[in-house]
């Protein structure tokens, strides 16, 4: 059962921008940390970034001071607004729990960083 929704990727050239967005129910969105992940093939899920309306932000260190995520309360939605893009930023970025439910995992929307 899909839990989480992300939209907003695409492709950017080096040094860009892009905000994602996810959507999850309002049950999941209060209850836990949330956090956005990057997927690449044959690895393990990158935590990039996560968010609790009570505990600490905080960052992977290869996206702090690059990456900020928010929180939007009325609409069970987190953001990740990415600047300064690098070529290795490129993948497949998913929202999900944290530690993530293994059940849970969306469709995730692409982020290509190219030139």
């Known amino acids: 059962q899909v839990q989480f929704v992300e939209s907003g990727g695409g492709l950017v050239q080096p040094g860009g921008s892009l905000r994602l967005s996810c959507v999850t129910s309002e049950r999941i969105f209060t209850d836990h940390v949330l956090a956005w992940y990057r997927r690449t093939p044959g690895k393990e899920p990158e935590l990039l970034a996560w968010?609790?309306?009570?505990?600490?932000?905080d960052y992977a260190d290869s996206v702090k001071g690059r990456f900020t995520i928010t929180r939007d309360s009325a609409k069970n939605t987190i953001y990740l607004q990415m600047t300064s893009l690098k070529i290795q930023d490129t993948g497949t970025y998913y929202c999900n729990t944290k530690p993530y439910l293994p059940t849970a995992w969306g469709r995730g929307t692409q982020v290509t960083v190219s030139s």
């Open positions: 968010i609790h309306h009570i505990l600490p932000t």
